[in-house]
């Protein structure tokens, strides 16, 4: 007893749960977390369309934006990517009839293929076409996403749980009302094997809802030339003096999406893995009978 007459306090000791206990009760407890994360995604996934949609900045498509992306093209990126790339581009008569809007889906190996494919594409495709960037990744400092998205004309979509990949008001959609043309990367992320990762329907989905065309695209070569990890393209480091990199767009045969998404996205798949029947499918294949130096 204290000299007040109160009795110490005791320290109270919390037995642990035995590893047993804990499991049951994981277990237990597991089916109702379940059904509140259920019952939240939609709330969740609307969050994230609209969190995305406030991040874009839509003066970048505005009239004296594209006179100033056009000329940077022509000026800057274009002179940049023939010191670094010998680029060649297939399957442009595929285009010839194709009016938009489009949505083209391109595999992604490289922060190059961006640049590439605009370079590639017909002009009257280019200058009304808009690119999807992560937001998660380009748009979370402002001066980077303005400069993204004045010199790509990109638009921000959020990556986790298909954000803004579905008809429901966003902005992509609006865009798509708009008449714009939308690249999309259905793979998510930069490919690190050099080989497709898994698909997501998103576009397929997004095409068959306003009733569009998808025009898929194959890039080869710029892995090579500016593989993830890097900020700026290289040469090849040949004896004695350095080459080009050679790097391909192939145009693929523009799909009606009112099918099934799935089926959809396994052609494009295939296009990804295999290309077209052309024999140019692939500039690696002819570099033994090349002969040319660049």
């Known amino acids: 007893m204290s000299q007040e007459g109160v009795p110490p306090p005791v320290m109270q000791f919390r037995r642990e749960r035995s590893r047993k206990r804990r499991v ?15 019952r939240a995604a939609p709330a969740r996934g609307r969050e994230l369309k609209k969190a995305a949609a406030q991040l874009d900045i839509p003066w970048a498509r505005s009239w004296p934006a594209g006179v100033v992306r056009g000329t940077f093209m022509r000026f800057v990126l274009d002179p940049i990517m023939d010191y670094y790339a010998a680029r060649r581009a297939t399957g442009k008569e595929l285009l010839e009839g194709v009016k938009g809007p489009v949505i083209l889906v391109a595999n992604h190996a490289s922060h190059l293929d961006t640049p590439v494919i605009l370079s590639a594409l017909p002009r009257r495709l280019r200058k009304r076409t808009v690119v999807a ?39 992509l959609d609006t865009l798509l009302d708009q008449g714009w043309n939308l690249l999309l990367y259905p793979e998510g992320t930069r490919s ?14 997004l095409a068959a809802s306003h009733n569009l065309t998808i025009v898929p695209i194959r890039v080869t070569g710029t ?7 890097r900020f700026w393209p290289s040469r090849r480091p040949d004896r004695p003096v350095s080459r080009r990199h050679r790097i391909e767009v192939s145009f693929g045969e523009p799909i009606n999406a009112s ?3 799935d089926a959809v996205m396994e052609y494009v798949r295939n296009f990804f893995q295999n290309g077209s029947d052309s024999p140019y499918r692939s500039p690696y294949r002819r570099r033994a009978t090349a002969g040319s130096r660049n």
């Open 223 to 229: 892995a090579e030339a500016m593989p993830p990890g």
């Open 133 to 171: 960037a992560a937001a998660d990744y380009f748009y979370r400092n402002r001066v980077v996403a303005s400069l993204v998205s004045l010199i790509f004309n990109t638009v921000p979509v959020e990556r986790r749980r298909g954000g803004g990949m579905s008809k429901n008001g966003g902005h």
């Open 259 to 261: 099918g099934d998404a």
């Open 24 to 38: 049951l009760d994981a277990a237990r407890a597991a089916p109702a977390r379940g059904l509140d994360v259920a």
């Open 192 to 205: 690190r094997d050099g080989m497709p990762g898994p698909l997501r329907r998103g576009a397929a989905v």
